[in-house]
Structure formats: structure tokens, C-alpha cells
């Protein structure tokens, strides 16, 4: 490969990266704190899709989500 050739890549891979859009940050992701979801239950339903799951917390404050 010549200089030629290599400089010519060189200029046309600098300016493909130089014309792309540039990346989109991710949305924040949701937080919701446990507490607002179970109020004082040890447990919460959620159905999703059709489907119920069970959110528990433990005796000693872990979660458990179960199908």
C-alpha cells in the first residue's frame, strides 16, 4: 500500500466518523423506593403480562420476586 493510498484512508475514515450522528444518551433509568411500593404490607402483586408475581421482604429487609 502506498502513502498515497494510506493517507486517502486515513482522510476517508476520519471524515466517516466526523459525519456520524452522535450517540444519544440512555434515558435515566426509574428509582422507586421499596417502601412507597409495599406502604406497610410485607408483600405486593404485580401482574405483568398476564402473569401475577409476588414481591416480598423478608424478615431481615431483603426482596424476593417470585412467579
Avoid: C, F
Wanted: glycine share 2%; net charge positive; hydrophobic share 35%.
Amino acid at each position: 500500500m502506498s502513502v498515497v493510498t494510506s493517507t486517502l484512508a486515513l482522510q476517508a475514515t476520519r471524515t466517516s466518523s466526523a459525519t456520524r450522528p452522535a450517540a444519544t444518551p440512555a434515558p435515566a433509568q426509574r428509582r422507586v423506593d421499596s417502601r412507597l411500593l409495599l406502604r406497610e404490607s410485607r408483600e405486593l402483586v404485580i401482574e405483568h403480562l398476564g402473569q401475577e408475581y409476588r414481591l416480598r421482604r423478608t424478615r431481615n429487609d431483603k426482596l424476593i420476586l417470585t412467579k
